[in-house]
């Protein structure tokens, strides 16, 4: 991890770290815990549970910006990773959870979760950053203005690679 | 090397900053140069924008999770008729139940279960049943519960009422109607209370008000059984609804029962008033109440409930209602003063808050952000925390409810069944102390200190009891069961209490005489075993034996007992020392009275009664020292008229009888004000019947003996059948005095063979036989006809 604080010793920089795991195993099961049932009203805000987390590890020692942007790139990883799964438990237990389906916002169509998963892993071997950029607007819930501080790039570049892989994504995922 | 379609990508990212086609385009054809295959890969995706492909439209996924809350047609054994409201909790339905056994209309709740861990479903059910126990008119009962799909129900009485300020409104409903309806709703929220179950959310939508008039509380504990739900994802402050949170609630801080009166107050303001506190308005200082808005007491009233401080309002729901009573009686309002204890009480609170409202934080909805502070709350012992904190708020409560609550209760009128239930609750918190296996040695002494207390409160005789001896002998018995392993002094010294107890319950409440006996030997052989006897087991000690030898005729020992325990009361002592006081000169005159000496015995009893007086100068309004002095005087009476001076005991008499009518009227459940109010009319009437008075004697002697009658049949115990008899023989008495032989030995007849039935059900005390039995069979042989 690149870019630590100011006069920051290796104490506290081991501590940081071994905060920093405990967090994200926090996070994991935070995520675990919050999508485990089925319950009609999942309305999670994982931005929220992100940056509690991101202000713990911020209050102990000042997080740099490539330390922030490392810690909410492996957040979004873990809570895709709990979206992702909780979706298929849901699928899985459809029979007995007929009110249960991943419909599109805004009167998209649905999707499929398997899909959607693997063209994300596609996306990531052809553009890294595009695959984080959705994993941080699908799964974290950061806004586009957000996600340009969080990268220290423009508004307008952040829309762009965001519109483009959603239109990658929409291909992938397109009904044959 | 890049991938083709890595520069697909790049280039589709450059040409989406271009809005016009014709850029797009000639952007496009520039950056793919003559690869055809790039190109057509470009064009394609550039072709799904605008379109209605996947993901085109979807910011984010988070909401996507919101999905639409469809509701079952069944739940349990109910059948889903509508939809009564939704809300971040969950959603409300109506529902009937008709599988056959019952037609009921219900309300449902179904409430959000995503976040439950199964520890926390089980808690969830564990509680429901708890508030299922929760019966109050004023209350809408749980009914039923259950998991639909994984999601906890509740189901609760369906209540066809609007809310009541609405239902005030339409009425135009008189004040005279409005503080009867909110009294109303106090006493519920106080029943709730005592069952350590706090609201956390009064206001006016949560309290309905049916077309008859009557209010219902809903959703008592639900904030509860959410927050149990809710326990992982740790504490957050619930959705108050702001014009009726107590101050300290927006500072996060749990709900309590001080919350829970500030609330009561925001109500009582809406309701009395006629509109709602909401809004920038100017309050009287250190309140929440709107300038102007109540008037004189009411206003007193309801700014000591909306105090900011919660130390300042009233300590308990209990309170505010002991004002809206003394309202109704036109009495000084406690609002207006500053009482003594309610400073110890808000001590009290702030300290154990968690255990007043059985919980930390009570969540009326869980917001969706409130997964926030989870992180905090999951470690590794948290369990084991959470076991400690329970445990440690069962002491609290138990301790609160015995040490501060019960005395307080027993000098507010009609509070004898709140005590009962009380004493019920802190029951369940010493049951569950006693029975813990975390419990240290300190802490099951606590307990036994506890259910000794408690056992008082059920059935000491001479106090406001409960008369409930089986109850309080239980506790005593387990009181003793807990103590008797231990060796350290103080766990021997309490034990040595609780046994002294246990012989004034046989002697006194139970008349088993015999077991009496053998439990004073058992307290005086641990007595004799401490090394240094504190002087308040002495005393008692000295009390009970002394009371024990005047049941057993022992007067000599009565008086020398007596006597040590009087040594050991300095001057200037306390009130509790001045209690103990007055009993042991009780016992002593008994001694010197039924020796024989009934003048040395009048001078005792009129120090004694001269005494309690002084003492009911210092605290009028106690009602115990009113029962006091009742006894005292009846005392005093009876030995006057052993010395044939009617008219002074029925001077003394008449103010005695006055006092107990009135302790029967102040609570009509506190058996000991019935007894004393009988003891005295038989006094006075065996005082007419000397005075040649024979048809106003026995007419009083006629109302008291079909009032004892009833309450003999209503629950025979052995006191209450030992009481009726008596009454017999003072119907003998007064007809033996006005020289109506016939009478007499048909009603002396009568008495003797209840007097055999009492003996054979060994029912029969020695001073029964050496006084009335033989008064009887005298009198029996002079009016008789041989």
Redesign the interface.
């Known amino acids: 991890m690149a870019g630590q604080g100011d006069g920051m010793g290796p104490a506290s920089a081991a501590d940081r770290d071994a905060m920093l795991a405990s ?1 994200y195993d ?2 994991r ?2 995520a675990a ?2 999508l485990r ?13 992100v940056n ?2 991101a202000l ?1 590890v911020i209050r102990m020692d000042r997080m740099t910006w490539a330390d922030r942007q490392h810690f909410f790139a492996t957040g979004a990883r873990i809570l895709r990773q709990a ?1 992702i799964d909780a979706i298929r438990q849901r699928r899985a237990r459809k029979r ?14 649905g ?1 499929d979760v398997e899909a959607l998963d693997a063209a994300l892993v596609r996306l990531e071997a ?2 890294p950053d ?1 695959a984080q950029l959705v994993e941080l ?5 950061l806004s586009v203005p957000e996600i340009a501080e969080l990268w220290q790039e423009s508004e ?1 570049t952040v829309k ?2 965001w ?9 992938e ?3 044959i | 090397m890049m991938s083709a379609e890595m520069r697909a990508l790049a280039i589709v990212e450059e040409a989406l900053g271009h809005d016009d086609a014709g850029d797009r385009t000639r952007l496009v054809l520039a950056l793919c140069g003559d690869d055809a295959g790039l190109r057509a890969r470009v064009e394609h995706l550039l072709a799904l924008d605008g379109g209605d492909a996947p993901f085109l439209h979807t910011e984010s996924f988070v909401r996507a999770f919101g999905l639409d809350d469809v509701v079952a047609d069944r739940i349990g054994p109910y059948r889903v008729t509508g939809e009564i409201a939704r809300g971040g909790m969950g959603t409300v339905v109506k529902a009937e139940r008709d599988d056959g056994l019952f037609q009921q209309t219900v309300a449902i709740k179904l409430i959000r279960g995503d976040i439950a861990t199964d520890a926390a479903r089980e808690r969830f059910a564990e509680e429901r049943r708890m508030l299922a126990r929760l019966r109050h008119p004023s209350i809408v009962r749980i009914l039923d519960g259950g998991e639909h799909d994984d999601r906890p129900w509740l189901a609760m009485d369906f209540i066809d009422g609007l809310p009541v300020t609405e239902a005030l409104a339409r009425a135009q409903a008189p004040k005279s109607q409005r503080l009867a309806a909110f009294g109303a709703i106090c006493e519920a929220v106080a029943h709730a209370h005592r069952a350590l179950v706090i609201h956390a959310d009064i206001k006016p939508g949560n309290v309905l008000m049916s077309d008859d008039g009557a209010v219902h509380l809903l959703d008592f504990g639900i904030a509860r059984l959410v927050d149990d739900i809710g326990r992982e994802v740790g504490h957050t402050p619930s959705p108050l609804t702001r014009a009726y949170a107590a101050p300290e609630r927006g500072g996060g801080a749990p709900p309590t029962v001080a919350s829970d009166v500030f609330g009561l107050g925001m109500l009582m303001v809406e309701m009395l008033a006629g509109r709602a506190p909401i809004g920038d308005l100017a309050c009287v200082p250190g309140t929440r109440l709107p300038a102007g808005w109540l008037q004189g007491d009411l206003a007193a009233i309801a700014g000591r409930a909306l105090a900011v401080a919660p130390e300042a309002r009233y300590p308990d729901v209990a309170g505010l209602i002991e004002d809206l009573r003394r309202l109704g009686a036109h009495l000084p309002v406690r609002a207006r003063s500053n009482p003594p204890w309610r400073y110890v009480a808000g001590l009290f609170v702030r300290r154990h808050r968690r255990g007043l409202a059985l919980t930390g934080a009570l969540i009326a909805m869980l917001a969706a952000t409130s997964v926030v502070s989870t992180l905090f709350y999951w470690r590794a012992d948290a369990e084991r925390t959470e076991a400690e904190a329970r445990f440690a708020d069962a002491r609290g409560a138990a301790r609160y409810m015995i040490g501060t609550l019960m005395p307080r209760l027993e000098s507010m009128p009609g509070a004898l069944r709140l005590r009962a239930e009380t004493a019920a609750a802190a029951q369940v918190y010493l049951e569950r102390l006693s029975s813990s296996r975390e419990a240290s040695d300190e802490v099951r002494i606590e307990t036994a200190d506890g259910l000794l207390r408690l056992a008082q409160v059920q059935g000491r005789a001479g106090r406001p009891n409960l008369a409930q001896p089986e109850r309080a002998e239980a506790n005593l018995r387990k009181a003793e069961a807990l103590l008797t392993p231990m060796e350290g002094p103080a766990a021997r010294t309490l034990l040595a209490h609780v046994l002294y107890e246990r012989v004034g319950l046989a002697a006194w409440m139970k008349g088993d005489q015999a077991d009496a006996e053998r439990l004073a030997e058992r307290a005086d052989a641990v007595f004799r075993s401490l090394p240094a006897p504190g002087p308040a087991l002495t005393r008692s000690r000295a009390r009970v034996l002394a009371d024990l030898r005047g049941w057993q005729g022992r007067f000599a020992d009565e008086i020398a007992l007596a006597d040590a325990g009087l040594t050991l009361i300095g001057p200037g002592a306390s009130f509790e020392d001045g209690m103990d006081r007055f009993h042991l000169l009780g016992a002593k005159a008994e001694g010197v009275y039924y020796s024989g000496d009934t003048r040395q015995s009048l001078a005792i009893y009129r120090e004694r009664l001269a005494f309690v007086q002084a003492l009911r100068r210092q605290r009028p309004d106690d009602p115990f020292l009113r029962g006091a002095a009742t006894v005292a005087a009846w005392e005093m009476a009876m030995n006057l008229m052993e010395l044939k001076r009617t008219d002074e005991a029925l001077a003394v008499l008449g103010p005695a009888e006055t006092d107990a009518v009135a302790a029967v009227a102040f609570d009509p459940a506190d058996d000991e004000a019935q007894r004393r109010l009988r003891v005295v009319r038989n006094a006075r009437a065996q005082a007419l019947g000397l005075n040649g008075q024979t048809d106003a004697a026995l007419a009083l002697l006629a109302q008291v003996r079909a009032e004892d009658a009833r309450r003999q049949a209503a629950d025979p115990t052995p006191r209450r059948t030992r009481d009726l008899v008596f009454d017999h023989v003072l119907v003998g008495e007064a007809l033996d005095a006005a020289g109506r032989k016939r009478e007499a030995c048909a009603a002396d007849g009568e008495t003797l063979r209840l007097y055999d039935a009492l003996s054979r059900r060994g029912l029969v005390m020695a001073l029964d036989m050496a006084n009335n039995v033989k008064l009887v069979k005298e009198r029996l042989a002079r009016n008789c006809p041989r």
């Not at chain 1, 049932?37 to 549970?49: D, S, V, W, Y």
């Not at chain 1, 419909?103 to 998209?108: E, I, L, R, V």
């Not at chain 1, 607007?137 to 819930?141: A, D, I, K």
């Not at chain 1, 519109?163 to 291909?171: D, E």
């Open positions: 967090v926090e996070l099961q935070a815990r919050l049932r089925e319950a009609p009203f999942l309305t999670i805000q994982p931005t929220e549970l509690e987390a713990r979206m007995q959870a007929p009110d249960v389906a991943i419909a599109g916002m805004d009167g998209d169509p999707f052809v553009s595009m607007r699908f799964f974290v819930g307008s762009r690679r519109k483009a892989a959603r239109l990658w994504l929409a291909s995922l397109q009904p």
